[in-house]
């Protein structure tokens, strides 16, 4: 019989971004406050497993986070010792499936978060799943805005858990967090007709990667009328170029952690006459920190520079939309060379 929900322990199914995404998620909320520990448990047998959860708390009281990918072996051994586990401490397990007639299921059932897929074998989705979906996508995306307007975003991206959480993402940077309750306001942003996602062009751009960046231009071309997506196309990097600005101007003033980031972030965007949504700009820092690493906000900016004279071209038509486009992308990738 299934006991109460242990509140220091996630068990993570189904869909791998997700999961990985939820995971940060977690350790990201329990270090905000103070430095805890995170520990791999991945490979170890379940005596290495047991040594480690609790040699720690013989010999002290430190906060730790355990992580575990896969099945635990064994687990059976220390069920007793989980379904008490020590308050100081964090399990997170992950896994791609769950098996009901295991123990795992019949004893941690209450801690199960299932990210599975809605979309069934004949292709269509199974509208009883979605609703279950949606709360689970609520959690990890933060989602403060109308439900029917995710649920709208969650079809757009095909009941795809990874490509609805980023067009999130990019909605929410566009928003500066503001609730959405109107899909017309995300309308023109979310990606539709399957296009690339163009953050796949911006992760060489700041590698300064001229090769893969015209590449993976080039695939964005081959799928969309060139001229209607224009805007989006530079305005999708212009949103994320400023964030990462924002985030290594932080650096640059002594800020290392996420709380001290987010907050410095948070001032400078109102002092910039901006919204500025802690808890949003703390989500995106999950996907921009540690592309900004090592990066000044001087190169950012000058790409951001480089954007605007390209909108600029564009409007004076200066050359066809694809030689404006490819320039820009040229130039924004010697800004970080």
């Known amino acids: 019989m299934a006991k109460k929900k242990i509140e220091n322990i996630y068990w993570l199914v189904g869909d791998r971004y997700v999961c990985i995404e939820r995971k940060k998620q977690i350790i990201e909320t329990l270090q905000e406050q103070e430095k805890i520990d995170v520990e791999n448990l991945t490979g170890l047998n379940v005596d290495q497993i047991y040594s480690s959860m609790t040699q720690e708390y013989l010999f002290g009281v ?16 220390i069920v007793k010792f989980l379904s008490s586990f020590p308050k100081n401490k964090t399990l997170i397990v992950v896994e791609d499936t769950v098996d009901k007639r295991k ?13 599975v897929s809605v979309v069934q074998k004949n292709g269509f989705p199974d509208k009883k799943l979605i609703p279950k979906s949606l709360k689970m996508i609520k959690i990890v995306s933060n989602w403060e805005g109308d439900e029917k307007v995710l649920e709208q975003i969650f079809k757009e991206s095909q009941y795809n858990f990874g490509i609805t959480l980023q067009e999130i ?14 899909i017309k306001e995300v309308d ?34 081959n799928l969309v009328d060139v001229d209607e997506f224009f805007m989006q196309f530079i305005g999708s990097l212009v949103e994320s170029l400023t964030f990462i600005a924002h985030i290594c101007l932080a650096q640059e003033s002594g800020k290392q952690s996420k709380q001290e980031v987010s907050e410095f972030m948070t001032d400078t965007l109102i ?4 919204k500025g949504n802690p808890q949003t700009i703390k989500n995106r820092l999950y996907f921009y920190q540690d592309k ?38 040229a130039r924004a990738c010697n800004c970080f060379v």
């Open 169 to 182: 993402a990019k909605i929410m940077i566009y928003r500066n967090g503001d609730p959405i309750n109107d």
């Open 62 to 77: 430190q906060k730790t986070i355990y992580v575990h990918d896969g099945e635990i072996p064994d687990i059976n051994k």
């Open 188 to 221: 023109g942003i979310l990606c539709r007709n399957e296009i690339p996602d163009v953050s796949e062009v911006m992760d060489e751009i700041i590698l300064g990667n001229h090769v893969e960046a015209l590449k993976k231009t080039k695939n964005i071309f």
């Open 271 to 274: 002092k910039d006459g901006k």
């Open 103 to 115: 123990i795992m299921y019949k004893k941690f059932k209450n801690n199960l978060e299932e990210y």
């Open 292 to 329: 900004a690493k090592w990066k000044k906000s001087e190169n950012a900016l000058k790409a951001v520079s480089e954007a605007e004279s390209a909108v600029e071209e564009f409007i004076m038509k200066k050359g066809t939309t694809k030689y404006i486009i490819n320039r820009f992308v």
